[in-house]
């Protein structure tokens, strides 16, 4: 992958972002707790596309795995990210993906329809990480699929919904400048 100096400085920001917001977190009675991960996620993908959004996320999980405090709860290490929350964390990489992909393909729309595809790309994306998340989960832990479901997922549910209609009103505003900077292939 060959990178322009604005699209590693690009990354590297969206990358920092991410690291300065996915700790803030509110523990839950569960061992998920929630935090703004996933809403620097989508962002992400939507704002530097397919490619560089899962960079970005790629790099984050990375500065995490080797100890520095940016998982949620200002955790790290390998441990988290092979750990009960582990797929969570790695199914971010299909969330920035899938968010950039599907709204790719629809950037060239007007009105409501590039606001479905940046919605759809988010909620298929969302749909990934939770099926990724939560099979890892019951595979960890040995849960059934609905107490998994109450515990992982349907918590969850409202404050990614908020997320996500952050992530439309945000990216309006971001997109121009960000489109200057980084070529989507």
Avoid at 40 to 62: E, F, P, Q
């Amino acid at each position: 992958m060959k990178l322009t100096v604005k699209e590693m400085a690009l990354t590297g920001v969206m990358t920092a972002l991410l690291a300065v917001l996915a700790p803030l977190a509110v523990p839950l009675s569960t061992e998920v707790p929630i935090s703004l991960a996933t809403l620097v996620v989508m962002l992400n993908g939507a704002l530097l596309g397919k490619r560089l959004g899962t960079l970005s996320v790629l790099i984050y999980i990375i500065l995490g795995m080797i100890g520095i405090p940016v998982f949620a709860g200002y955790s790290a290490g390998a441990g988290i990210v092979f750990g009960m929350t582990g797929g969570y964390i790695l199914g971010y990489l299909p969330l920035a993906y899938l968010t950039g992909w599907i709204y790719e393909m629809g950037r060239a729309e007007k009105g409501m329809k590039h606001y479905a595809c940046l919605t759809a790309g988010m909620l298929v994306g969302n749909v990934v990480l939770y099926l990724f998340g939560t099979i890892w989960f019951m595979q960890y832990t040995g849960m059934e699929l609905m107490p998994s479901l109450a515990a992982c997922v349907l918590p969850f549910l409202p404050g990614d919904f908020l997320k996500m209609a952050v992530v439309c009103v945000l990216v309006p505003r971001l997109e121009n400048a960000v489109m200057r900077t980084v070529k989507y292939a």
